[in-house]
């Protein structure tokens, strides 16, 4: 990193990230890590005040530029989580207002059908009025038939009562004259 820029930049970089953000301290395999690379470096014969400085140095910087990225990261991360909350408060919004439409189709295809049902019904009832109409008609027609056969048979039975009055009455003149 520090071939792409200038040591000047490096720094006033790192001590931006030291008074934003200070250092966190290293896990135990973090520091057990650093000894070695410290013990490394004693051999080769550097002096223990050099290293430790060189080492904090770019230790402190290395730690600044991650936790410049975590915070970075954490900050689009919760942008995107922002985000993310309106979109699915947009989307609940556009979803109740499809529910809310679907609601009032179906209120109003129901009260369609309750129309065309009454329709059917008054319809049915109507035909189930004309078919017992129908029936009763056809019923007092028999009646009727059957009426005026039994007042033809009654008219017949009239005419023949009278005419054996009549021949009864013939009869009882004969008789009275001979017996005369």
Do not use: C, W
Not at 10 to 22: G, H, I, V
Not at 29 to 38: A, Q
Not at 124 to 133: F, I, M, P, T, Y
Not at 137 to 157: F, P
Request: charged letters at 40%; zero cysteines; glycine letters at 2%.
């Amino acid at each position: 990193m520090s071939s792409y820029y200038p040591r000047t930049k490096d720094l006033t970089r790192t001590r931006k990230s030291l008074t934003e953000s200070p250092p966190s301290s290293p896990s135990p395999t973090e520091k057990n890590y650093r000894h070695d690379r410290v013990s490394r470096f004693d051999s080769i014969g550097e002096s223990a005040t050099d290293k430790s400085l060189g080492r904090t140095s770019s230790y402190t910087r290395r730690e600044a530029r991650l936790a410049a990225l975590n915070k970075q990261e954490q900050d689009s991360t919760a942008k995107d989580y922002k985000k993310m909350y309106a979109e699915a408060l947009h989307e609940n919004a556009k979803l109740k207002s499809r529910l809310q439409e679907s609601k009032q189709e179906l209120a109003k295809i129901r009260s369609q059908l309750e129309k065309i049902t009454q329709r059917h019904d008054t319809i049915s009832e109507r035909s189930s009025a004309l078919e017992s109409e129908k029936r009763e008609k056809q019923t007092l027609e028999k009646r009727v038939s059957d009426m005026e056969e039994d007042l033809k048979v009654l008219t017949e039975l009239k005419s023949d009562n009278q005419r054996l009055k009549d021949e009864n009455g013939a009869l009882i003149r004969v008789i009275s004259k001979l017996s005369k």
